[in-house]
């Protein structure tokens, strides 16, 4: 009789432990199937497919440049949309890097709703980014911009 005493104690204890809290009862997941890629390098060709779909970062010269003319221009403020950190995550960090180094307040999010290329809100700033980049931005025709400041918007490369 005692050998069963002590378990139903325990388990009413955990029980009113749940309860109120303190104990936090999870289940483990179930695994069904395990999936591994193959090691190793890729191929030539894959990685020529690759590099075609990602857009590359600034160069240092292009940054300087680009902060020079944001400086002109004075604080700031500007978004910066990526379709996908895979696709476009080194060149919207080289794009912060230069407007924050020039003092704008400068966002960076991620947006699976960019069209394919580079848009932006504003002419002057198209023509500053096309002017000091080898970028071609184009302007944002359907700008509804209600944010703050401005906004380039790098899409999937075309």
């Given at each position: 009789?005692?050998?069963?005493?002590?378990?139903?104690?325990?388990a009413?204890?955990?029980?009113?432990?749940?309860?109120?809290?303190f104990?936090?009862?999870?289940?483990?997941?179930?695994?069904?199937?395990?999936?591994?890629?193959?090691?190793?390098?890729?191929?030539?060709?894959?990685a020529?497919r690759?590099?075609?779909?990602?857009?590359?970062?600034?160069?240092?010269?292009?940054?300087?440049?680009?902060?020079?003319?944001?400086?002109e221009?004075?604080?700031?403020?500007?978004?910066?949309?990526?379709?996908?950190?895979?696709?476009?995550?080194?060149?919207?960090?080289?794009?912060?890097?230069?407007?924050?180094?020039?003092?704008?307040?400068?966002?960076?999010?991620?947006?699976?709703?960019?069209?394919?290329?580079?848009?932006?809100?504003?002419?002057?700033?198209?023509?500053?980014?096309?002017?000091?980049?080898?970028?071609?931005?184009?302007?944002?025709?359907?700008?509804?911009?209600?944010?703050?400041?401005?906004?380039?918007?790098?899409?999937?490369?075309?």
């Amino acid at each position: 009789m005692r050998e069963h005493i002590i378990p139903s104690i325990v388990a009413s204890c955990v029980a009113i432990a749940a309860s109120v809290g303190f104990v936090h009862v999870t289940r483990t997941p179930e695994v069904t199937r395990v999936v591994s890629a193959p090691a190793g390098a890729i191929s030539a060709a894959k990685a020529q497919r690759l590099a075609k779909t990602v857009w590359p970062e600034l160069n240092q010269a292009e940054v300087d440049g680009l902060t020079a003319k944001l400086k002109e221009w004075g604080p700031g403020h500007v978004t910066i949309f990526c379709i996908e950190e895979s696709k476009c995550g080194d060149l919207s960090l080289s794009l912060e890097n230069a407007f924050e180094s020039a003092h704008w307040i400068t966002n960076t999010m991620n947006s699976p709703m960019v069209p394919p290329g580079i848009i932006s809100s504003s002419t002057d700033l198209v023509l500053m980014l096309n002017a000091s980049t080898d970028l071609r931005v184009t302007l944002d025709r359907d700008n509804k911009n209600t944010g703050p400041g401005e906004y380039i918007a790098i899409g999937a490369k075309p």
